[in-house]
Protein backbone atom coordinates (compact mmCIF):
# COMPACT_ATOMS: atom_id res chain seq x y z
CA UNK A 1 0.00 0.00 0.00
CA UNK A 2 1.16 3.57 -1.01
CA UNK A 3 1.35 5.83 1.91
CA UNK A 4 2.50 8.87 0.06
CA UNK A 5 2.21 10.42 -2.92
CA UNK A 6 5.38 10.77 -4.90
CA UNK A 7 5.64 14.66 -6.01
CA UNK A 8 7.50 13.70 -9.09
CA UNK A 9 6.47 17.03 -10.79
CA UNK A 10 9.78 18.51 -8.85
CA UNK A 11 11.42 16.17 -10.93
CA UNK A 12 13.79 17.10 -14.30
CA UNK A 13 12.96 15.55 -17.60
CA UNK A 14 15.96 13.44 -17.53
CA UNK A 15 15.11 12.50 -13.64
CA UNK A 16 11.76 11.53 -15.16
CA UNK A 17 13.31 9.29 -17.57
CA UNK A 18 16.12 7.80 -15.69
CA UNK A 19 13.20 6.65 -13.56
CA UNK A 20 10.66 5.10 -16.05
CA UNK A 21 13.63 3.42 -18.01
CA UNK A 22 14.47 2.10 -14.90
CA UNK A 23 11.21 1.08 -13.01
CA UNK A 24 9.16 1.09 -16.10
CA UNK A 25 6.36 3.26 -14.15
CA UNK A 26 3.96 5.07 -16.52
CA UNK A 27 3.51 7.53 -14.13
CA UNK A 28 6.45 9.43 -15.25
CA UNK A 29 6.42 9.02 -18.73
CA UNK A 30 2.62 10.54 -18.03
CA UNK A 31 4.42 13.64 -16.16
CA UNK A 32 6.59 13.87 -19.49
CA UNK A 33 3.73 13.69 -21.72
CA UNK A 34 1.81 16.62 -19.62
CA UNK A 35 4.50 18.78 -20.12
CA UNK A 36 5.03 18.53 -23.49
CA UNK A 37 1.24 17.78 -24.86
CA UNK A 38 0.74 21.67 -25.45
CA UNK A 39 4.09 22.45 -26.85
CA UNK A 40 3.62 19.29 -29.57
CA UNK A 41 0.07 20.26 -30.10
CA UNK A 42 1.09 23.63 -31.00
CA UNK A 43 3.60 22.08 -33.50
CA UNK A 44 1.48 19.71 -35.18
CA UNK A 45 -1.26 22.33 -35.63
CA UNK A 46 0.99 24.39 -37.17
CA UNK A 47 2.07 22.13 -39.38
CA UNK A 48 -1.19 19.98 -39.81
CA UNK A 49 -3.44 23.21 -39.91
CA UNK A 50 -6.18 20.64 -38.53
CA UNK A 51 -7.25 20.14 -34.45
CA UNK A 52 -8.23 16.47 -34.69
CA UNK A 53 -5.45 15.43 -36.97
CA UNK A 54 -3.45 17.23 -34.87
CA UNK A 55 -4.32 15.39 -31.36
CA UNK A 56 -4.05 12.57 -33.38
CA UNK A 57 -0.50 13.41 -34.41
CA UNK A 58 0.10 13.66 -30.25
CA UNK A 59 -1.29 10.74 -29.51
CA UNK A 60 0.23 8.74 -31.66
CA UNK A 61 3.66 9.96 -31.11
CA UNK A 62 3.44 9.23 -27.22
CA UNK A 63 1.97 5.94 -28.06
CA UNK A 64 4.83 5.42 -30.22
CA UNK A 65 7.24 6.44 -27.94
CA UNK A 66 6.37 4.25 -24.79
CA UNK A 67 7.59 1.29 -25.47
CA UNK A 68 10.92 2.33 -27.66
CA UNK A 69 12.18 4.67 -24.87
CA UNK A 70 13.65 2.21 -22.75
CA UNK A 71 16.03 1.71 -25.37
CA UNK A 72 17.60 5.22 -25.72
CA UNK A 73 20.37 6.73 -23.97
CA UNK A 74 18.72 10.17 -24.32
CA UNK A 75 20.48 13.33 -22.64
CA UNK A 76 18.14 16.11 -23.25
CA UNK A 77 14.55 15.08 -23.62
CA UNK A 78 13.19 18.17 -25.02
CA UNK A 79 15.20 18.57 -27.88
CA UNK A 80 15.25 14.60 -28.54
CA UNK A 81 11.69 14.86 -28.75
CA UNK A 82 11.35 17.52 -31.42
CA UNK A 83 14.13 15.88 -33.65
CA UNK A 84 11.37 12.70 -33.09
Not at 7 to 14: A, R, T, V
Not at 29 to 54: Q, V
Amino acid sequence: MLFFKRNISKLSDEELLIHYTKSGDTEYFGELYNRYIPLLYGLCLKYLHDEDRAQEAVMQLFEDLLPKLRNYEIKVFKPWLYRV
